[in-house]
């Protein structure tokens, strides 16, 4: 009932955004005598932004047709080197490039698509062979390719590690966490540790990742804990409607993510809307179009599996189960004091809103077993979550730390 009363809204808002459009073209059309009146630009405008928010949003392109290397354009290509009924592992290769380490950046799964990492594989194109875990919108898997949980996702790291270890020279991978998956980046490290795989990562850089969330805790947490367990499975959990190829399958809507994520910073939402129809008004194209782009990718989500949402909220919210040294991996105990040989770097934002401060930290503790010298700690100043991994601090402060360290780890 849920998804399909959101569904009748969306088509409801997708009409109303497409004659808000058509309004906004009239208004400024060169054979409007009223397009270059005051009242004509505000009108316009306004309709402008109202058909930018009510627009409908499928999964956006990375776009990364080159990197510069070396003062050189070098042209850019993406290619899949593995399929999986629930995501696919994406290689970013660079024309006539071959060397360089091989990063696997691995994306959240948490209502937003691996683009929003677009940043993040940018910066780090000119220095390093770039994969990522491109994963699948759940609405869009048929029910008959089963579940997907944690222990899923973790076993999806170690297959995406091992296809990059064993293509070409076969070097091991360094890895990037970035929020979410430091929790299963982390799992996966240890248990490949305990076994001496041979492709366990060189490096495992955690950024913003809620390893341990009873440190310094944020709304986010306070709202995976004020209520019980069972809460969350009768009230944020929707089943696909007949219209989508995962008819059937139980998930936790990327549209309630979405609403929780703007609901958090209401304020700035609101300003950054207003910002955008004044620059509409006053002519500015170029800063209306930043922010449009900002909220193309913003507002573009995903749903997660019920199973896995769930089992996240229970293990690492509300039991802790990681730090608590409870957590199993198909009935296996999960130790962090098996890594021995990984380079550990947390990595935090001064104004993280979503991982407070001291949740990514507290990985390097739990590796008992790991010298100090393989283990880094960088606190951003005046970061906050999306700054870690975007923006200007991602580029100029916080990426040649990790560059340093997978050099220094190599």
Not at 284 to 299: I, L, M, W
Request: hydrophobic letters at 45%; aromatic letters at 8%; proline letters at 5%.
């Amino acid at each position: 009932m849920l998804y399909d009363m959101y569904e009748m809204q969306r088509s409801m808002l997708a009409g109303a955004g497409a004659m808000a459009d058509l309004g906004a073209s009239m208004l400024t059309g060169p054979g409007n005598p009223f397009a270059r009146t005051g009242g004509g630009s505000v009108m316009a405008s306004a309709l402008e932004v109202f058909a930018h928010a009510a627009a409908p949003r499928g999964k956006p392109a990375f776009g990364l047709d080159s990197t510069i290397i070396d003062g050189r354009t070098v042209a850019v290509r993406e290619e899949i080197v593995a399929r999986r009924a629930f995501g696919q592992l994406r290689h970013f290769v660079r024309d006539g490039i071959d060397d360089g380490p091989k990063l696997l950046i691995v994306a959240p799964m948490s209502g937003h698509y691996a683009t929003l990492l677009r940043g993040t594989v940018e910066r780090m194109l000119p220095v390093a062979d770039v994969y990522i875990t491109d994963w699948r919108d759940a609405k869009m898997v048929p029910v008959s390719e089963g579940r997907f949980d944690l222990d899923d996702y973790i076993d999806y790291l170690v297959d995406f590690l091992t296809t990059i270890g064993e293509a070409g020279d076969g070097e091991r991978a360094h890895m990037l966490a970035v929020c979410q998956p430091s929790v299963p980046c982390y799992a996966a490290a240890a248990l490949m540790s305990a076994d001496a795989h041979p492709w366990l990562p060189k490096t495992l850089t955690m950024m913003g990742g809620p390893v341990d969330t009873r440190q310094a805790p944020t709304a986010v947490n306070t709202l995976a804990t004020k209520r019980p367990f069972a809460w969350f499975e009768q009230n944020v959990i929707a089943t696909i409607p007949a219209n989508y190829p995962g008819a059937g399958r139980r998930v936790y809507p990327g549209f309630l993510q979405l609403a929780g994520f703007l609901s958090m910073n209401l304020g700035n939402h609101m300003n950054s809307h207003w910002d955008m129809f004044r620059h509409l008004v006053a002519g500015d194209g170029e800063s209306a179009d930043a922010t449009k782009a900002f909220y193309d990718e913003y507002r573009s989500v995903c749903d997660m599996t019920a199973e896995f949402y769930l089992q996240t909220i229970d293990l690492v919210f509300q039991t802790h189960a990681l730090p608590n040294g409870t957590m199993t991996h198909r009935g296996r105990s999960v130790d962090p004091g098996a890594i021995v040989d990984i380079g550990l770097l947390a990595i935090e934002g001064e104004r993280d809103d979503i991982s407070g401060i001291g949740q990514t930290k507290a990985a390097l503790s739990l590796a008992t077993s790991l010298p100090d010298v393989k283990k880094r700690y960088l606190m951003a100043q005046g970061a906050g979550h999306y700054g870690i991994f975007n923006g200007a601090r991602w580029r100029d402060t916080i990426a040649p730390v990790v560059e340093d360290w997978m050099a220094a780890n190599g």
